[in-house]
């Protein structure tokens, strides 16, 4: 189980990530978007950085639905209310059980939310690039570093990919030879997490 203290770090570890990174993000969205991603994702951290303590206090599930909704009202851009939805949905799946095939059935259950909402899906250069790999890789029994490897991977991945989705869709045939900036924070959230837990185990 996840105490309190443990989600307060968990949220202060994966706010320190997209920190680190957020001109990276915003590097790669300027190549293929509008150059705003790395600053969306910093805004959204912040916050659910600022609201950790309140956010911990919840039961894990809760948990995970109020950081979503704090990401939905604080990114913005088109990858605000994805991640939300990714959250809340994987909040509200995992009242269902937190055992690992309670969590992989969550994850497919969160990542099909996010391509409900998004109205998109695998191989449009979008997170959901990173999001499906990852899902399947849980749904294999793949756990621990191997699942950061799994996202970082799928992110690289989504290089070659010529956008059908999303702002990098507008460029066409040049969004090709770019990495997707929702895959590439996707991914850095995922290393996140699975660095934390390796650290806490
Ligand atoms: P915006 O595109 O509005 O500027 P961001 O720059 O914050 O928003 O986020 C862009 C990222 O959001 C993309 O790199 C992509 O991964 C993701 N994205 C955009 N549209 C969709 C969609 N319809 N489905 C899934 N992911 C999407
Ligand atoms: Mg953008």
């Known amino acids: 189980m996840l105490e309190k203290d443990d989600m307060v ?18 590097e790669l969205d300027s190549a293929i978007g509008d ?20 956010i911990s206090d919840k039961p894990l599930p809760d948990a995970l639905t109020a950081a979503g909704m704090k990401l939905v009202m604080t990114v913005g851009g088109a990858s605000g209310p994805l991640f ?3 959250l809340m949905s994987f909040g509200k799946e995992l009242n269902s059980g937190m055992d690992t095939a309670g969590i ?3 994850f497919a259950k969160a990542t099909d939310a996010v391509a409900a909402r998004g109205k998109s899906h695998a191989g449009q250069k979008t997170m959901l690039d990173v999001l499906y790999p990852v899902s399947k890789a849980l749904t294999d029994g793949i756990s621990g570093r191997a ?17 059908t989705r999303g702002r990098a869709s507008f460029l066409g045939e040049r969004s ?4 997707d900036p929702g895959s ?3 991914a850095l959230l995922v ?8 650290r806490r185990a």
């Open 176 to 179: 090709a030879g770019h990495m």
């Open 104 to 106: 992989a059935s969550a």
């Open 9 to 26: 770090d968990l949220i202060r570890a994966c706010a320190a990530v997209i920190e680190a990174h957020a001109d990276e993000l915003t």
């Open 191 to 198: 290393r996140s997490v699975t660095d934390w837990l390796e």
């Open 84 to 86: 939300g939805t990714f």
């Open 147 to 163: 699942i950061g490897d799994v996202a970082e991977a799928a992110a690289e991945a989504t290089i070659p990919i010529v956008a």
């Open 35 to 54: 150059g705003d991603h790395g600053y969306n994702m910093k805004r959204g951290f912040e916050a659910l950085r600022a609201d950790a303590d309140v």
């Open 184 to 186: 590439r924070s996707s």
